[in-house]
C-alpha cells in the first residue's frame, strides 16, 4: 500500500520523475558495465537467453512474426541491437532517451550499421512509432522509468507500430514482493508480475508466451521475458 502511494507520489510528479531519470543516466558511462548496472559480465547469459526465446517465438505455431524490421526500446548504446537483434531482423532501429548514447551505438554497431535504420532521439514517453512498421518491438530494462499512464500510452503506440503478424517483448526485472519497488537513486520502478500483466491487458496486448531468464547472479531482481501480441491480431 506504502509503495502504491509512493508510485502515485512519482506519477504526481511526473517530470521530476523523468528528468531525474535523465540525469542519472547522464553520468552512467556509455559501456556495457554502464547500461547494465556494474553488471556487465551478465551480458552474455542475457543475450543467450534471449536468442532462445526470441527463437522460440518464430516457431510458435500460428505466429509467424516478420524478419524485416525490429524496434529496440530504451537501447542504450545498442548492446541488443548488435548482440541479439541485427542478427535476424534485416533492419533495426534504436529508440534511446540519452543521446550520449546514441552516439556511441554508431561505434558499438560498427560492425552492423548496414543493418541499423533509424536512432531516434526521445524518451519513451513522447515516442509515437511509425504506424504498421515492425515486426518486433524489443522492451528491455526501460519500462520502470515509464509510470503507468506513460506506459499503457506507449504500448497502445506499439500496437499501432506493429505488423498485423507483430509482437512486443518485454525482458524485466520483477519484484519478488507483490509491491511496486522505487529506486529513487536512477528514479526507476520494478514492478510485481502481476501488474506487468495487468498492463499488457489495459494496454491491449495478450500474453502468449512468459519465461524466466535463468542463470542471473543472486540478489539481482527475477528477470521476465513476455511475447505478448494485440488482443485483435
Ligand atoms: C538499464 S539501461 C538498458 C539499456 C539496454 N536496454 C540494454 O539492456 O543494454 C536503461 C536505458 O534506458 C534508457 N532510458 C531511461 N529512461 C528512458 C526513457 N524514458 N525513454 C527511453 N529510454 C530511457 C537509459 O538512458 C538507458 O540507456
Known amino acids: 500500500m506504502e509503495q502504491q502511494v509512493c508510485e502515485s507520489q512519482f506519477i504526481l510528479q511526473q517530470k521530476e520523475f523523468y528528468e531525474d ?12 558495465d554502464g547500461m547494465l548496472g556494474g553488471f556487465g559480465f551478465i551480458s552474455q547469459t542475457d543475450i543467450i537467453g534471449s ?3 526470441l527463437k522460440s517465438l518464430f516457431q ?3 505466429l509467424l512474426p516478420g524478419r524485416n524490421y525490429a524496434l529496440d526500446c530504451g537501447a542504450g ?5 548488435g548482440n541479439l537483434l541485427t542478427k535476424y531482423f534485416k533492419t533495426v532501429d534504436l529508440v534511446e532517451q540519452n543521446p550520449k548514447f546514441l552516439e556511441q551505438a554508431k561505434l558499438y554497431l560498427k ?3 548496414h543493418r541499423v535504420g533509424q536512432f531516434y532521439s526521445i524518451g519513451l514517453q513522447d515516442f509515437c512509432p511509425e504506424p504498421g512498421k515492425y515486426d518486433v518491438i524489443w522492451c528491455q530494462w526501460v519500462l520502470g522509468h515509464l509510470n ?5 500510452k506507449f504500448f497502445q503506440n506499439c500496437k499501432q507500430a506493429l505488423k498485423s ?3 512486443l517483448v518485454v525482458k524485466e526485472n520483477v519484484t519478488s514482493s507483490n509491491v511496486v519497488e522505487v529506486d529513487k537513486e536512477d528514479s526507476s520502478i520494478t514492478r510485481p508480475h502481476s501488474d506487468l500483466l495487468t498492463i499488457f491487458e489495459k494496454s ?11 542463470h542471473m547472479p543472486d540478489g539481482l531482481y527475477p528477470v521476465y521475458m513476455f511475447a505478448i501480441k494485440p488482443c485483435d491480431n
Open 204 to 214: 491491449g496486448f495478450k500474453c502468449i508466451k512468459e519465461e524466466r531468464q535463468y
Open 148 to 152: 503507468n499512464n506513460d506506459l499503457i
Open 165 to 167: 503478424t507483430g509482437l
Open 21 to 32: 531519470a535523465a540525469k542519472y543516466w547522464e553520468k552512467i558511462p556509455a559501456t556495457v
Open 51 to 53: 536468442k532462445q526465446f
Open 77 to 81: 548504446i545498442g548492446r541488443i541491437t
Open 111 to 113: 560492425n552492423s550499421l
Open 60 to 62: 510458435f505455431p500460428g
